[in-house]
């Protein structure tokens, strides 16, 4: 894939690390916590609250444990318990694959691991076939074989046929020039603009607009904005947008 680097950072990198840290706020909120990076879940008190608000189950009863006025050596060791603790719960009690993903990675703030372990609560809690509020294409919902991108690519189309010649045909460039974004924020919302006005050339007036009205109109909050999509050479990153797409879920 082509890739729009930022210090030496990937673009898509650097995007997919917003947007899951974005998404993690939506929920660490309805504790009053707050994340300014990912790689803050290597605090095991901030992944148990994340994980409890997610799955509506307690993950640690004595909390207390994950602090201790002894020092910072004894804080990693009750820290690195705690997450010991969070990923056993995600693995035994979720039936959740963290394939690779271990204590210690995640206790060094390893990017990677941590990424990967958020997209597996996204997938869990977020685009499972579980959320979706209509029900899903016999061929989807029948055989269970098809993936999550499959299934949530088939919700998209269902809900976007009567656009036109508008065609979504997986999720990085064809949401590249904002339309299709628009016509998901039109159907829930068709009275805020025009959706036959719009010009595919004007693909950064398109993704403002659908951002904006979006959350505005349905308190969706932007994990993206137009700026990640601008990137030189940058193709947009799958898993950000299938994200965003999800929180629109409950609206059809």
Excluded at 150 to 173: A, E, I, M, Q
Aim: proline share 4%; charged share 15%.
């Amino acid at each position: 894939l082509a890739m729009a680097e930022e210090g030496g950072i990937p673009g898509w990198i650097t995007t997919q690390k917003k947007v899951f840290t974005n998404w993690v706020n939506l929920y660490l909120v309805q504790r009053d916590q707050h994340i300014d990076d990912i790689q803050q879940l290597s605090d095991a008190s901030l992944l148990c609250s994340l994980l409890e608000v997610l799955s509506g189950k307690v993950v640690m009863r004595e909390k207390s444990r994950l602090l201790s006025p002894s020092g910072p050596k004894y804080n990693n060791i009750f820290n690195t318990s705690g997450i010991s603790v969070a990923l056993q719960f995600m693995t035994q009690t979720e039936n959740i694959k963290l394939i690779g993903c271990g204590v210690e990675d995640i206790a060094a703030g390893n990017l990677k691991m941590i990424m990967g372990m958020v997209w597996m609560l996204i997938l869990k809690y977020q685009i499972h076939p579980s959320c979706f509020m209509t029900p899903l294409s016999p061929s989807l919902s029948s055989t269970g074989r098809q993936n999550v991108k499959d299934t949530l690519l088939s919700w998209v189309r269902h809900h976007l046929k009567s656009y036109g010649d508008l065609r979504v045909d997986n999720f990085t460039s064809s949401w590249q020039n904002g339309l299709a974004f628009c016509a998901l924020v039109h159907k829930i919302v068709p009275e805020q603009f025009v959706y036959s006005t719009l010009d595919a050339n004007q693909a950064d007036y398109n993704l403002r607009l659908a951002f904006g009205v979006a959350q505005q109109y349905l308190g969706i909050p932007p994990l993206l904005d137009a700026q990640d999509f601008k990137k030189q050479g940058c193709i947009p990153d799958e898993q950000s947008i299938m994200t965003y797409i999800s929180l629109f879920i409950r609206y059809l």
